[in-house]
């Protein structure tokens, strides 16, 4: 899902990565 990556604020408790490249992945898991 790539609106995890402009949305950051959907996903708090996913956002623990600072601008990772594989935030995609974290965000899906």
């Known amino acids: ?3 995890g990556r402009k949305s950051k604020k959907v996903k708090p408790t ?3 990565v600072p601008y990772h490249p594989n935030r995609q992945l974290n965000l899906d898991l």
């Open 14 to 16: 996913r956002v623990l």
């Open 1 to 3: 899902m790539n609106v």
